[in-house]
């Protein structure tokens, strides 16, 4: 990569990979700036989180969501060299979230979101991530996103939930039930 700037944006478009330019207030530049969003999110969980293992699940998913956002900046939705995101990785998060739930106590409510700081942190990026999943919705709507996008970040949605909450009860912090009445 070269110098970070490039002025070649200071007119409102951006460019495409492939070599397209487009308007900076399309909807895949807004799906791609959300998939972004998320993937700093994610971020900031992964540092309110301790310090990370070698290949842990946490830089799995930031890899994957640049995927995502690769795919979704190629008019063909194909990189090269960049595999696409399908229903191998909403598996792998199905079976994240599994192995988390085994020790987590039944959701009989909804719950606030808070508690620790990490788990504050990861109901925040499940809410980024619920948006960006919105966004791709959109844009998958002209045929413009990867079907595996959307399957993808609803699962990552839901991982990031289970995690908040595994994340409080690991610190022994009682999760807030919502109260419709509250006094």
Known sequence: M????????DKGETGLIGGGR??????RIEAIGAVDETNA?????????GPPEPGDFFE???????????????????????PDVGEEDASRIESEIDRLEQALPPLRNFILPGGTEAAAHAHLARTVCRRAERAVVRLQASGGAPAGAVTFLNRLSDYLFVLARTLNHRAGVKEAEWRPKSE
């Open 2 to 9: 070269a110098r970070i700037y490039t002025r070649s944006g």
């Open 22 to 27: 487009t308007s900076k207030a399309d909807d």
């Open 41 to 49: 999110a994610i971020g900031v969980v992964r540092a309110a989180s």
């Open 60 to 82: 799995w998913i930031q890899n994957r969501l640049f995927a995502v956002g690769s795919a979704l900046a190629s008019p063909t939705g194909v990189v090269e060299g960049v």
